[in-house]
C-alpha cells in the first residue's frame, strides 16, 4: 500500500518510510491510498471472536500488502497481550472502557503497535544500527510510548518532560522503567522539550551520528491501531444484540482517535454515526457549526490529554471526507463542555449509576445523554483509567478513589532521570556520547 500526504506536495511513501518518517516532507499526515473493505463474513462471526482475532483481520486490511501475514499475526498478538477491554452498562448507554493497557490508557495500543512495527523494520534492514527514537511529552504520551517500546530489541527511547510540570503518577510511569528507555528531566516547560526534540531531528552531526525516529501520535502506526477497538466495540454489542443504530461517542483533542474509527467505517464497520466530544477547546465543535477550520491557541481544562488548540488529525478526516462539510456534518455531530460541566456529568453519573467516569469520558458520556435520539445506542470511549487523574477526581466527587495495583506498581520503581538545561547545545553534546 502507498501512503500520501494530506498537503499533496510530497511524493508517496511505503508503510516503512511513513512510519519511520512521520510526517511527510511537505509536513502532511500520511494517508493509505485506498481502504480495503472486509468481507462480510468477518462481519457475521465478529462476536464469536476475540479481541486478538479481530485486530488481526482488521490490521491484514491496512497492512496485509506490506508484511507478510505471520510476521504481522505476531506483531499484533504481542500488541494485544494484556487484558481485553471492557463494556460495562450504564443504563442505555454503554462505556467501552479502553484502560486496561500497562499506562491504562488508550494509546497503550497504538504505541505497542508502532513499536514492534519499527523494530520489525528494523531488524528486516539487518542493521544492527540502534534506532533512537525522541519524544517530548507532557505526561500521557510519554508513559504510554516508553512502556509501548520498553524491551523492543535495536530501539533506544529518550523521552523529555518538563521538570516539576508532570504529575507524580505520570512521572513515575516513564521514569522507573530503565532497560531501553532513558527519561530526561528538562529545566524547562513542555514547548522547550518539544523544540529540543525538534531541533535534534534538524541537526546533521547529530543525523549523522545517530539514527533518529519520533513516535509522534501522527505516525500510521499509532493512530491506524486504534480502529481495532472500534471493532471490538461492535462485536461486544452484537453480542448483547444491541448493534443496531449504533452511536459511538469519543473524547477527543488531536481527533487520532475518532479518524482511525471513521476509517473502520470505511472498512466496513456498521456504526451509523459519531459523535466527537471536546473540552472547552472546540475548534471541531466550531468547524462543525461554521464550516471554517480556525485553530487558536489551546486552553488548560481539567481533561488535559485533550487541550489540542490545533487539532492535527482534522486534515486526515477532512480528507477522507473529500473536503465537503456537509458530509462531515452528516456523519459526525460535536459537543463541547466547560469544566464545570464535566465535573457535574462526573459527580451524577457517579449518584445515578455507581459508574466512576475520568474526567475525558465525561465528555463523551454527557454528549450521548445529551445527543442519542429515539431508537439509537449509545457507546462512549472511556478513554483512561480514573485514577491516572487522582487529585482532580477526588476533589470533584470528594472521594478517595482506589488506585490500581498496575498504577501503584510504577510508584514503587525508583525514578532515575538525566538532568537536562533546555539549551539544544547540552542535549546535542549528550546525544553524541551514545
Ligand atoms: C489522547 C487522549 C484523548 C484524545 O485522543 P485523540 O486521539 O487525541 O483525540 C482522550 N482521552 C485521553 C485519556 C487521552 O490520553
Do not use: W
Not at 510526517?23 to 479481541?51: C, T, V, W
Not at 490490521?59 to 487484558?83: C, H, M, R
Not at 525514578?415 to 553534546?429: L, N, P, R, Y
Amino acid at each position: 500500500m502507498k501512503y500520501y500526504s494530506t498537503n499533496h506536495q510530497a511524493p508517496e511513501a511505503t508503510l516503512e518510510k511513513a512510519v519511520v518518517k512521520g510526517l511527510a516532507e511537505d509536513k502532511g499526515l500520511y494517508m493509505p491510498d485506498h481502504i480495503n473493505r472486509l468481507p462480510q463474513e468477518f462481519f457475521d462471526h465478529i462476536q464469536d471472536m476475540s479481541f486478538q482475532e479481530i485486530a488481526f483481520e482488521v490490521a491484514k486490511g491496512f497492512f496485509a500488502e506490506d508484511i507478510p501475514a505471520d510476521d504481522l499475526k505476531q506483531i499484533v498478538y504481542d500488541t494485544l497481550s494484556f487484558d481485553v477491554p471492557a463494556v460495562k452498562i450504564t443504563e442505555k448507554i454503554y462505556s467501552l472502557e479502553l484502560f486496561h493497557g500497562p499506562t491504562l490508557a488508550f494509546k497503550d495500543v497504538g504505541a505497542r503497535f508502532m513499536a514492534r512495527l519499527l523494530g520489525y523494520f528494523n531488524k528486516k534492514q539487518n542493521a544492527d544500527r540502534l534506532v533512537n527514537v525522541l519524544v517530548a511529552t507532557s505526561g500521557d504520551t510519554g508513559s504510554a510510548v516508553a512502556n509501548g517500546f520498553l524491551g523492543v530489541e535495536g530501539i533506544h527511547v529518550y523521552v523529555l518532560y518538563p521538570k516539576g510540570k508532570v504529575s507524580p503518577i505520570q512521572e513515575c510511569q516513564f521514569t522507573t522503567l530503565g532497560q531501553n528507555i532513558t527519561a530526561i528531566e528538562v529545566d524547562g516547560v513542555f514547548d522547550d522539550c518539544q523544540a529540543l526534540v525538534k531541533n535534534a531531528f534538524m541537526d546533521a552531526d547529530l543525523n549523522a551520528h545517530m539514527k533518529l525516529t519520533s513516535a509522534n501520535s501522527i505516525n500510521v502506526a499509532r493512530f491506524l491501531p486504534q480502529s481495532f477497538y472500534y471493532f471490538y466495540a461492535y462485536a461486544q454489542m452484537k453480542k448483547a444484540g444491541k448493534a443496531d443504530n449504533l452511536v459511538v461517542c469519543v473524547p477527543s483533542g488531536n481527533f487520532g482517535n475518532i479518524c482511525s474509527a471513521l476509517f473502520g467505517v470505511r472498512m466496513g464497520l456498521p456504526i451509523k454515526r459519531f459523535i466527537a466530544s471536546n473540552n472547552a477547546n472546540d475548534i471541531f465543535y466550531n468547524y462543525l457549526q461554521t464550516g471554517k477550520y480556525e485553530p487558536k491557541p489551546s486552553v488548560q481544562t481539567i481533561a488535559n490529554a485533550m487541550d489540542v488548540g490545533d487539532p492535527s488529525n482534522f486534515a486526515r478526516i477532512y480528507e477522507l471526507y473529500n473536503r465537503d462539510h456537509a458530509a462531515i456534518c452528516a456523519h459526525i455531530s460535536g459537543a463541547t463542555y466547560a469544566d464545570e460541566q464535566i465535573a457535574d456529568t462526573m459527580r451524577q453519573c457517579l449518584k445515578e449509576t455507581g459508574y466512576q467516569l475520568d474526567p475525558h469520558g465525561a465528555c463523551g458520556y454527557r454528549a450521548l445523554q445529551e445527543g442519542l435520539q429515539e431508537g439509537e445506542t449509545g457507546v462512549f470511549l472511556e478513554t483512561a483509567h480514573p485514577a491516572k487523574f487522582k487529585g482532580v477526581v477526588d476533589a470533584i466527587i470528594s472521594g478517595d478513589i482506589e488506585i490500581p495495583a498496575k498504577l501503584a506498581a510504577f510508584m514503587k520503581g525508583e525514578k532515575q532521570s538525566v538532568s537536562m538545561t533546555k539549551e539544544f547545545a547540552d542535549f546535542k553534546a549528550y546525544l553524541m556520547t551514545k
